[in-house]
């Protein structure tokens, strides 16, 4: 069973950055697909940004801003997050989908931005 843990949350000024982290275990290597999603207070549960091997993509609301990359040999997903906004604060969970479609979560981590 992949289990998917993020870290990497935090309190930060509107402006500063952070990186997230999702250390994946227990068969991760079947995992193609990796994303990062965020959950705002009161609202749905939104994808920010993807990797498959070699192809990147990300939300308009964070293209410039956030980084998604993968290092297979840590078997961990990072997002890194550069000028962060208020409207960025939310709990931020990484997935993994292997080749039959299975979505495994993380149990997030929460990222606060103050202005």
């Known amino acids: 069973q992949v289990q998917l843990v993020e870290s990497g949350g935090g309190l930060v000024q509107a402006g500063g950055s952070l990186r997230l982290s999702c250390a994946a275990s227990?068969?991760?290597?079947?995992?193609?697909?990796m994303e990062w999603y965020r959950q705002a207070p009161g609202k749905q549960r939104e994808l920010v940004a993807s990797?498959?091997?070699?192809?990147?993509n990300y939300a308009d609301s964070v293209k410039g801003r956030f980084t998604i990359s993968r290092d297979n040999a840590k078997n961990t997903l990072y997002l890194q997050i550069s000028n962060l906004r208020p409207e960025d604060t939310a709990i931020y969970f990484c997935?993994?989908?292997?080749?039959?479609?299975?979505?495994?979560w993380g149990q997030g981590t929460q990222v606060t931005v103050s202005s």
């Open positions: 990797i498959i091997p070699g192809v990147t």
């Open positions: 227990g068969g991760s290597r079947s995992i193609i697909t």
């Open positions: 997935s993994g989908r292997g080749a039959l479609g299975t979505q495994y």
